[in-house]
């Protein structure tokens, strides 16, 4: 916790979910930095103390408050912990998540809802509660979900993780509508980072174990041509649609990975035709050629990796 932050978030509290490593916890780090007091969230108990001892430590405002997301308590628990110890809530970073990788047909019910449970319920449980408290404060809020690529192209072996991410973006469309009028700003992030749950992809592994276990930086075709970073390069864009300074965005899906920031278009129409009478399927099959040229790729494109 070094340096002085432009972007300064004093007299603001948050609550970040699954904070004790990765990219919760540089997101809850980095809002620590810029002045704000912070609620430590995880299924980790040990873990989450641990960040907040931390954190506090180093001269910044932070609580831990343990959990694993899904249920409304623990949602209401989160927000009565920011409230009880610092007096308000400003804003809520959602970034708690597991994986349960299996193909389409292999993957069990059990693992299909565990995901689900956490990301897509554990998200509305705790938007629901924070909005509900932003909106009898009646100054405002900032609401943070946490997106994926996975979400927004699909991924093979990843049903109930890019669905429950394509739900959460879906949902931030709709919440930005609706909060509008409390002025609370609700936008998705979509991080691509090294963390657990990404060292596992080939081009990766070897680049992202050299950062973790000797500190050496990702290689420029990762940061720039990838858009894969570390932790702390997503966590500046958390701080920032927290701030003051991003009143006026909203409903937005933004990405951010290593050395690229981008913004996420919605999903729309790209080709159109019609027929008086509407459409048969004959019909179909003989417009389908001059439509065909729209269809969309699926998929994360895969790593460009530069010859050695």
């Not at 969230?41 to 103390?49: H, I, M, V």
């Not at 469309?173 to 992030?189: K, L």
Request: aromatic fraction near 6%; glycine fraction near 12%; hydrophobic fraction near 45%.
């Amino acid at each position: 916790m070094t340096g002085e932050p432009v972007v300064k978030l004093n007299g603001r509290v948050a609550v970040v979910t699954g904070a004790a490593r990765g990219l919760g916890r540089a997101y809850a780090e980095a809002l620590a930095v810029a002045g704000a007091a912070v609620v430590i969230n995880d299924a980790d108990a040990r873990a989450a103390s641990e960040v907040a001892d931390r954190l506090t430590a180093a001269g910044a405002a932070a609580v831990a408050e343990p959990g694993a997301v899904g249920p409304a308590e623990v949602a209401r628990r989160l927000v009565d912990r920011a409230v009880e110890t610092y007096g308000r809530l400003d804003v809520l970073v959602t970034n708690a998540g597991i994986l349960r990788d299996r193909m389409l047909w292999k993957m069990s019910d059990e693992e299909f809802d565990a995901v689900l449970d956490v990301h897509l319920r554990g998200t509305f449980t705790c938007v629901r509660a924070a909005v509900t408290r932003m909106r009898e404060q009646g100054d405002g809020g900032r609401i943070i979900a946490v997106g994926s690529p996975a979400g927004q192209r699909g991924n093979v072996g990843q049903t109930n993780y890019s669905a429950a991410k394509a739900a959460i973006v879906g949902a931030v469309r709709t919440w930005s509508m609706e909060c509008a009028r409390a002025g609370i700003t609700v936008n998705a992030v979509v991080p691509v980072a090294a963390t657990a749950m990404t060292a596992t992809i080939p081009a990766f592994q070897e680049h992202v174990v050299a950062w973790q276990d000797q500190g050496t930086p990702l290689p420029r075709w990762l940061r720039a041509g990838e858009g894969f970073g570390v932790p702390e390069d997503a966590a500046g864009l958390v701080v920032f649609l927290a701030s003051a300074r991003a009143a006026g965005i909203t409903g937005q899906a933004i990405g951010i990975g290593g050395d690229r920031l981008s913004v996420w278009s919605h999903p729309q129409e790209v080709a159109t035709a019609y027929r008086d009478g509407g459409w048969s399927a004959e019909a179909i099959e003989a417009a389908w050629p001059a439509l065909d040229r729209f269809t969309q790729p699926v998929g994360i494109p895969a790593p460009e990796v530069p010859e050695p």
